[in-house]
Structures are given as structure tokens and as C-alpha cells.
């Protein structure tokens, strides 16, 4: 039996909607306009660069951005580009930091390509709550790494279980191909 497409998983509707649009990230969802609001203090993607990268799961450190483990991923792997700065916004990005952005999209890939090979990936951002956004705050790319079936058991199964248990792990192996990726 050949392993079955994702984009064919259900008819008519992008497996990446799918995937990006989960009801338990409702409760991030709901917390509506006021997350544009939230300050600096409680932004999680603002307190991140402050504590070690074990503690915040970051992989890599730039100038003007950094790079995460997604706390809740939809896949293995799942990384967040974010700037420092807390700006909600794709066109808030100055050009240095567009530049910065843009590289370490790249670089996350051609890491998790050594990591853990594999077959795609889904690039994106959710601009606004109405865009999906759960820190709608604070900009943020995610780069999701995609195999072949993975559609099949990961509701069931690994977001509960592989995916949670293992970021620790994940980290430390990302973390150090990216360092070998510079060098
Ligand atoms: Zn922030």
C-alpha cells in the first residue's frame, strides 16, 4: 500500500487549513482583541529571550530575531521565527529584520531537512486573531515539517503523547545541527 498524500486526506479542503485551524487553540483565540493589547510583560514570546534556551526552547539566537520550539506543535520539529520586538505585524518588520526573518525561515529548513528529513513543509504566518493568530501580538513564522501520512495518527495520538514528552530532545538535536549549520 503507498503512503496516502495529505492533500488528499479530505477532499476539498488544504490540509493546512486543516492543521492550522484547531479547536484547542480556541482559548488563545478567544482571548479576541485584547491580545493586541497585551503588553510586553505577559507576551510569552517577549519573556522567552530572557531565560536560557533549555528553559524557552530556543534553537537559535539572531540579531534581530530568534528562533523556538513551538510549546504546542503540530508536528515534531514545529519552529516559530520571531522577532524580539513586540510588533504584531508582518509590515512592521523593518528591512534588516525582514532580511533576518526571511534567513532564518531558510536556515530552520535546511536544519530540519538534516534533523529529521522531511518530505515538506508548510510556511506561515497568521496575521490578526481574525487571521487565526494565537499570540496575536507578537509576530511569529511557523515552520512546520510535514512527511507523508503524518495526518493519519497525529490527532489521535502524537500530540499527546511523542510530540510533548520529547521537545527537550528536539531542541537539543535542532539546536545543535543549527550550530554545526553555521560553523
Ligand atoms: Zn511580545
Known amino acids: 500500500?503507498?503512503?496516502?498524500?495529505?492533500?488528499?486526506?479530505?477532499?476539498?479542503?488544504?490540509?493546512?487549513?486543516?492543521?492550522?485551524?484547531t479547536p484547542h487553540r480556541l482559548a488563545y483565540i478567544k482571548g479576541g482583541q485584547a491580545q493586541f493589547n497585551k503588553g510586553e510583560d505577559d507576551c510569552p514570546f517577549c519573556?522567552?529571550?530572557?531565560?536560557?534556551?533549555?528553559?524557552?526552547?530556543?534553537?537559535?539566537?539572531?540579531?534581530?530575531?530568534?528562533?523556538?520550539?513551538?510549546?504546542?506543535?503540530?508536528?515534531?520539529?514545529?519552529?516559530?521565527?520571531?522577532?524580539?520586538?513586540h510588533i504584531p505585524d508582518y509590515t512592521d518588520l523593518t528591512v534588516d529584520e525582514t532580511a533576518e526573518f526571511a534567513a532564518l525561515t531558510q536556515t530552520g529548513?535546511?536544519?530540519?531537512?538534516?534533523?529529521a528529513n522531511p518530505s515538506g513543509f508548510n510556511l506561515g504566518m497568521n496575521q490578526g486573531v481574525t487571521g487565526g493568530a494565537g499570540i496575536a501580538g507578537h509576530l511569529h513564522q511557523h515552520i512546520v515539517p510535514r512527511w507523508g501520512g503524518d495526518g493519519n495518527f497525529l490527532p489521535i495520538i502524537a500530540q499527546t503523547k511523542a510530540i510533548t514528552?520529547?521537545?527537550g530532545e528536539v531542541r537539543e538535536q535542532v539546536a545543535q545541527v543549527w550550530a554545526e549549520q553555521l560553523a
Open 165 to 167: 514528552q520529547t521537545l
Open 47 to 85: 519573556l522567552a529571550p530572557a531565560r536560557s534556551d533549555e528553559e524557552s526552547l530556543i534553537v537559535h539566537r539572531g540579531e534581530s530575531c530568534f528562533v523556538v520550539l513551538n510549546l504546542f506543535p503540530y508536528n515534531p520539529g514545529h519552529l516559530l521565527v520571531c522577532p524580539y520586538r
Open 109 to 115: 529548513m535546511k536544519v530540519l531537512r538534516k534533523v
Open 1 to 21: 500500500m503507498s503512503e496516502p498524500t495529505d492533500d488528499f486526506e479530505l477532499a476539498g479542503v488544504p490540509d493546512a487549513f486543516q492543521r492550522l485551524w
